[in-house]
């Protein structure tokens, strides 16, 4: 059990307006999310949304083949269980802990009592929702377009963004999963990065040693991400 963080790490809760956060305060319950725990599975109804503090969940999309292929990260910028307030109930993606930490949730209706009563809480969550399929997005062109090499430095750089700290917990194998390629590549690209002194890699642990170096080493899909994120939720902070 991981010691309990402070809900407003998550960047959405503390862009909650002082009236709204009074309200949701009492109803948030903290949880535990160990690596590989399963928040939500393709076509089940979410009964919760979460807001991930110090844990990282992937939305994955799975073949049939039991492949698998990520299509966005969550952590303490967002949430997990959009689809709660979009009006679909549900996705065809699953939604699953790739960095262990801890969050909070809060029960699908009581979000939904949220969502419609409070304009502010509304503007932030479908900011949150266009920035979020911006990554989904980018996804798929960085995917189709760029080398692995690219891949991986904006995989790790997306994942720091959202974490408190400079070390992503995350073997070669779930990366591999998560990006949809061989384990080799992933160790190919990692030792290049260990080589060059921007990462240090060992047993699961990756530490990002040189930020500025990794980013000069990223394709442009990271800072389109990035862009994004920082345009839509600051302005709604401000507001």
Known sequence: MVEPSHPRQNNLLACLPDADWRRWEAELEFV??????????SGAQQKF???????????????????????????????????????????PSHAVVQSAGAGYRLRAKAFMDEFEMSIAVSHLMLR????LITQMSQTAVC????????QFGRWLLLSL???????VVMTQELISNMLGVRREGVTEAALKLQSAGIIHYV???????????????????????KREYDRLLPAIEAS
């Open 203 to 225: 047993r699961g642990h990756i530490w990002v040693l040189d930020r500025p170096a990794l980013e000069h080493r990223a394709c442009e899909c990271y800072y389109v991400v």
């Open 32 to 41: 535990d999310l160990p690596l590989g725990k399963v928040l939500y599975q």
């Open 161 to 167: 963004d959202r974490l408190p700290g400079n070390e």
């Open 143 to 150: 995917n189709r377009h760029h080398t692995l090499d690219k």
């Open 128 to 131: 949150y929702t266009q920035a």
């Open 49 to 91: 949304v979460y807001f991930p503090t110090t844990a990282i969940v992937s939305l994955l999309y799975m073949l049939n083949d039991g492949s698998s292929a990520e299509i966005a990260v969550v952590g303490l910028e967002g949430l997990v269980g959009v689809s709660v307030f979009m009006g679909g109930g549900s996705t």
